[in-house]
């Protein structure tokens, strides 16, 4: 009997006994789907922040002061971003990152909001992505004009449409009103926690609130990656020198890439323990199929004894019957498949992710799937193999 005879007489068995064979392969068909569910749609999300933290970019680095360390005289201020930017020539671009909470103020209601202020430099350090429109301007900055960019998700919110180039936007911050003309209309931020978020000038912010804060930390761009290091060297250097602070280690540099890699790290690390435990199911299925196998076994026992009678071959019995259990495991592998790619989409398409499945991955579950048949088939074969041929024929 050839491989074909046997996938024939396999499938025959299968759709012979078309609900216990569904049931049987229900343990598979979900661990399957959890396994593909959870492997595209955290590659998808892994690719989608790892995407946005990389629009910071590659060669960008962030100076913070230590707040436990540092007095009044040691914070940073918009002369020492000019002496880095003038003292270090390879600097391509540096700004002062403040990010103060209020509120946008809408026709019906009023929408909790994030202002991320810094110079004109800011947008493009944090890798904005436009949807209409454009950043704010040097001479806007150094004017301190009351402009604005606001993220898609707060024009529709306010606006019913994210046509609103040239529009004024009400907001607040603590007790200070103010209205904003709108410049550009970006993509939502991931991080904002459903936040709108807005972008003002620094000197906007400024004259709206009277303010002078202290400046916790700068964003600071290198022409190339390979810059990084010695840019945060120079940058420190620059700032102790200036405030007279050198070995008090009152400011750090941390390179933006090396969050990536740490992101990468640990995204990997719990996708796949995740995964792991998904795949228990798998062994679920793969008991389900070798328990009804052994039930295919005791109903046909009669079916093996005329066979062997006639001369079928131990392997032969054997071979057949791990056809079979291969066979209904890689059919609910399929069903999984499909229905692990689905339940990725309706997961991640509210979230704005596009989740990620590669051939290679459903070749890889697909053998999977298989190899569990034959793994938990192996023992009805070899049991339905080795039945007596003269005992098999007096089954009832």
Same mark, same amino acid.
């Given at each position: 009997?050839?491989?074909?005879?046997?996938?024939? $007489?396999?499938?025959?068995?299968?759709?012979?006994?078309?609900?216990?064979?569904?049931?049987?392969?229900?343990?598979?068909?979900?661990?399957?789907?959890?396994?593909? $569910?959870?492997?595209?749609?955290?590659?998808?999300?892994?690719?989608?922040?790892?995407?946005?933290?990389?629009?910071?970019?590659?060669?960008?680095?962030?100076? #913070?002061?230590?707040?436990?360390?540092?007095?009044?005289?040691?914070?940073?201020?918009? +002369?020492?971003?000019?002496?880095?930017? !003038?003292?270090?020539?390879?600097?391509?671009?540096?700004?002062?990152?403040?990010?103060?909470?209020?509120?946008?103020?809408?026709?019906?209601?009023?929408?909790?909001?994030?202002?991320?202020?810094?110079?004109?430099?800011?947008?493009?350090?944090?890798?904005?992505? $436009?949807?209409?429109?454009?950043?704010?301007?040097?001479?806007?900055?150094?004017?301190?004009?009351?402009?604005?960019?606001?993220?898609?998700?707060?024009?529709?919110?306010?606006?019913?449409?994210?046509?609103?180039?040239?529009? #004024?936007?009400?907001?607040?911050?603590?007790?200070?009103?103010?209205?904003?003309?709108?410049?550009?209309?970006?993509?939502?931020?991931?991080?904002?926690?459903?936040?709108?978020?807005?972008?003002?000038?620094?000197?906007?912010?400024?004259?709206?609130?009277?303010?002078?804060?202290?400046?916790?930390?700068?964003?600071?761009?290198?022409? #190339?990656?390979?810059?990084?290091?010695? $840019?945060?060297?120079?940058?420190?250097?620059?700032?102790?020198?200036?405030?007279?602070?050198?070995?008090?280690?009152?400011?750090?540099?941390?390179?933006?890439? +090396?969050?990536?890699?740490?992101?990468?790290?640990?995204?990997?690390?719990? !996708?796949?323990?995740?995964?792991?435990?998904?795949?228990?199911?798998?062994?679920?299925?793969?008991?389900?199929?070798?328990?009804?196998?052994?039930?295919a076994v005791t109903e046909r026992t009669r079916e093996i004894g005329i066979r062997k009678s006639l001369g079928a071959r131990t392997k032969v019995i054997m071979f057949q019957f791990?056809?079979?259990?291969?066979?209904?495991?890689?059919?609910?592998?399929?069903?999984?498949?499909?229905?692990?790619?689905?339940?990725?989409?309706?997961?991640?398409?509210?979230?704005?992710?596009?989740?990620?499945?590669?051939?290679?991955?459903?070749?890889?579950?697909?053998?999977?799937?298989?190899?569990?048949?034959?793994?938990?088939?192996?023992?009805?074969?070899?049991?339905?193999?080795?039945?007596?041929?003269?005992?098999?024929?007096?089954?009832?």
């Amino acid at each position: 009997m050839n491989l074909f005879d046997n996938v024939k $007489m396999a499938l025959k068995s299968i759709f012979s006994n078309k609900m216990r064979s569904v049931l049987t392969m229900l343990g598979i068909v979900i661990g399957i789907a959890s396994v593909i $569910m959870i492997i595209s749609a955290g590659s998808g999300a892994q690719n989608k922040l790892v995407g946005e933290i990389s629009k910071v970019g590659k060669a960008a680095a962030f100076i #913070s002061v230590n707040n436990k360390k540092a007095s009044t005289g040691d914070y940073i201020t918009l +002369k020492d971003i000019e002496a880095i930017q !003038q003292g270090i020539p390879y600097v391509v671009a540096a700004s002062p990152d403040l990010e103060i909470t209020g509120s946008v103020v809408g026709k019906t209601k009023d929408y909790d909001a994030m202002f991320v202020c810094g110079t004109e430099q800011l947008p493009n350090l944090a890798g904005l992505q $436009m949807i209409s429109g454009r950043y704010y301007s040097k001479s806007e900055y150094e004017e301190g004009r009351n402009v604005c960019i606001i993220d898609e998700g707060t024009a529709t919110k306010v606006f019913g449409s994210t046509d609103v180039l040239g529009l #004024s936007v009400n907001i607040s911050i603590g007790h200070h009103n103010a209205k904003l003309r709108i410049v550009g209309v970006s993509q939502n931020n991931m991080f904002a926690g459903g936040m709108s978020v807005v972008y003002v000038p620094y000197s906007a912010y400024l004259s709206i609130t009277g303010d002078s804060p202290d400046i916790y930390g700068i964003y600071v761009l290198a022409e #190339s990656d390979k810059q990084v290091d010695s $840019m945060c060297k120079a940058a420190l250097n620059i700032l102790e020198r200036r405030h007279n602070n050198k070995g008090d280690e009152i400011y750090s540099a941390e390179n933006m890439n +090396k969050y990536v890699d740490t992101l990468n790290t640990v995204l990997n690390l719990f !996708q796949t323990f995740v995964a792991a435990v998904a795949g228990i199911s798998l062994l679920v299925g793969g008991i389900g199929v070798m328990n009804i196998m052994l039930v295919a076994v005791t109903e046909r026992t009669r079916e093996i004894g005329i066979r062997k009678s006639l001369g079928a071959r131990t392997k032969v019995i054997m071979f057949q019957f791990l056809t079979e259990s291969a066979i209904l495991t890689l059919i609910g592998g399929a069903a999984g498949v499909l229905l692990g790619t689905l339940g990725a989409l309706l997961v991640c398409t509210p979230l704005g992710v596009t989740p990620v499945l590669t051939p290679g991955s459903i070749l890889l579950t697909m053998l999977f799937s298989c190899s569990v048949g034959i793994f938990f088939g192996l023992y009805p074969a070899r049991k339905a193999a080795r039945l007596n041929p003269i005992e098999a024929l007096r089954h009832e």
